[in-house]
């Protein structure tokens, strides 16, 4: 049981580059959301889904796309990066309402 | 804007005293929820309460809820150096248009246990 598995680790973009950050949870959850981390600030939610085929938006989702084709993964597409998208990235999952989430280790991405 | 604001932005104790820490938030919710998140590393849940609930204990840890003030209280007994981290207090609201819930983030409390 991995829990919820982030790859890659690390990234260094290049402004205007796209790129699709993985999230992957075996634990059937139906919850899944994207935070972003800026140094020194809490996590803002960029996009969540509440289940497979059902996603919206969160506080910061301009730049930020994502599908949820299937209830194990929940990939973040950043279309053209911005250094303002420098951040840690990390996803989430629950089982449902009331649960707590599990989190993964976190993506670092720098945009240069 | 965030939905949760922790208070105090940082507190500094001695090994052994208590911790307490305070969120606050603004709409309407589910439960709210508190994680602990370790320098450079992801977030780890805590505790959780839900809005009928007014005070739930686990180990160490004490959480209120005031939901008529909206706001909710950590207090962590007889603390270690090991709890020096970031605590977050993260609130469940519901979303009507889609049956579900989506989680949003205070800023946290950056707690050091002094040995």
């Known amino acids: 049981n991995a829990g919820v598995t982030q790859t890659p680790k690390f990234q260094v973009l290049k402004t205007g580059q796209s790129m699709t950050l993985q999230c992957a949870q075996d634990m059937n959850h139906e919850y899944m959301s994207w935070y972003r981390q800026d140094p020194g600030m809490g996590l803002r939610l960029i996009h969540y889904s509440v289940g497979a085929g059902i996603t919206d938006q969160g506080e910061v989702p301009n730049g930020y796309n994502v599908s949820r084709s299937t209830t194990e993964d929940f990939p973040l597409r950043l279309l053209s990066a911005a250094p303002s998208q420098t951040s840690v990235y990390f996803c989430?999952?629950?089982?449902?309402?009331?649960?707590?989430?599990?989190f993964g280790s976190g993506t670092r991405l720098t945009v240069v | 804007s965030q939905q949760g604001e922790e208070d105090p932005q940082a507190l500094s104790i001695q090994e052994g005293e208590n911790a307490t820490m305070n969120c606050s938030y603004k709409?309407?919710?589910?439960?709210l929820q508190w994680y602990r998140q370790n320098s450079g590393r992801g977030l780890v849940h805590l505790i959780l309460i839900r809005s009928n609930e007014r005070e739930k204990h686990s180990g160490r840890l004490r959480v209120t809820l005031d939901t008529s003030k909206k706001s909710s209280s950590l207090l962590i007994t007889a603390s270690r150096a090991a709890d020096t981290a970031s605590y977050f207090c993260?609130?469940?609201?519901?979303?009507?248009?889609?049956?579900?819930?989506?989680?949003?983030f205070g800023e946290g409390t950056q707690l050091t246990v002094n040995p």
């Open positions: 989430a999952s629950s089982q449902t309402v009331n649960y707590g989430y599990t």
């Open positions: 709409t309407s919710i589910n439960n």
């Open positions: 993260a609130t469940d609201a519901t979303l009507p248009e889609t049956s579900g819930s989506r989680l949003t």
